[in-house]
């Protein structure tokens, strides 16, 4: 059984559907394995958890939006 495993930010419950969805048919197209077979785990994260450049992705909004206006 395929298990395709994604870690994100918060995300959308449509944006969750979607993913799912757009990732198993594009597994199972490459694959050739039934779509049924696969397993899509959707992990969030807060932003705080997650860093780049030794800043986390919450500061880096924090900034990012600040400079837009």
């Known amino acids: 059984m395929p298990y395709i495993s994604v870690e994100s930010g918060a995300l959308t419950s449509e944006q ?3 993913l799912i969805e757009r990732l198993t048919a ?3 197209e490459i694959t050739h394995i ?3 077979f ?3 785990t959707i ?3 807060p932003d ?3 860093g780049i450049g030794g800043k986390s992705i919450d ?3 924090r ?3 600040g400079k837009e206006h």
């Open 43 to 45: 992990k969030e994260l």
């Open 16 to 18: 969750k559907k979607e």
């Open 26 to 28: 594009t597994a199972a």
């Open 34 to 36: 039934p779509e049924q």
């Open 59 to 61: 500061e880096i909004k």
């Open 38 to 40: 696969f397993t899509v």
């Open 63 to 65: 900034n990012y939006i």
């Open 48 to 50: 705080e958890n997650f």
